[in-house]
């Protein structure tokens, strides 16, 4: 039977040095970094409303005035 990788030899640690310093290369020529996130108009948004009879959306809590103006 043949051998699986179709006979090529393990190449050395230079040789595998240089391909993997060409393919990070690669990769971060192709990258970019996204930094403005905003909602896909193509994609549908289902808004889902609250439940009016829950308990925890009808409690009247009071304000909490020690955090200050802000």
Do not use: F
Request: net charge neutral; glycine share 6%.
């Amino acid at each position: 039977m043949a051998a699986r990788g179709g006979g090529r030899e393990k190449p050395d640690a230079v040789q595998e040095n240089r391909l993997l310093c060409e393919r990070v290369q690669k990769e971060l020529r192709h990258q970019r970094l996204n930094t403005e996130y905003t909602v896909n108009p193509l994609r549908p948004v289902h808004t889902i409303t609250r439940k009016p009879m829950s308990w925890h959306d009808n409690i009247d809590e009071p304000a909490d005035d020690s955090c200050g103006p802000y």
